[in-house]
Nanobody, 125 residues
Framework: QVKLVESGGGSVQAGGSLRLSCVVP????VAWFRQAPGKEREGVAS????????YADSVKGRFTISLENKSTLYLYLQMNNLKPDDTAMYYC??????????????????????WGQGTQVTVSS
């Protein structure tokens, strides 16, 4: 059974940084999503099988998604210049198989079958 566990969330002031981590199996494509209270879940960043990344406009230039193999495969989301609007529960997600897409579809929750339980990020002004 695939179980994804996120870590690295916390509380920071606006302008600060956090790095979220998620241990993943050998997925073909991965992504980070977030959901703020009272809002729908939104895709934040994705990385396809070819290594191509895609970002939501709201985080472009501030967030970076990466995948590192340190005997265990780690999915990261480096978040810089955080804003209060970034406050949300963040989830890692992934799926097996080859996927070369890198557009808005790559941030659809329908693309991913496996999800973590979430880690809270709170940004204060």
């Amino acid at each position: 059974q695939v179980k994804l566990v996120e870590s690295g969330g916390g509380s920071v002031q606006a302008g600060g940084s956090l790095r979220l981590s998620c241990v993943v199996p050998n997925f073909g494509h991965v992504a980070w999503f977030r959901q703020a209270p009272g809002k729908e879940r939104e895709g934040v960043a994705s990385r396809n099988t070819l290594g191509t990344t895609y970002y939501a406009d709201s985080v472009k230039g501030r967030f970076t998604i990466s995948l590192e193999n340190k005997s265990t495969l780690y999915l990261y989301l480096q978040m810089n210049n955080l804003k209060p609007d970034d406050t949300a529960m963040y989830y890692c997600a992934g799926n097996y198989g080859y996927y070369s897409g890198s557009g808005p579809d790559s941030l659809s929750g329908l693309m991913y079958n496996y999800w973590g339980q979430g880690t809270q990020v709170t940004v204060s002004s």
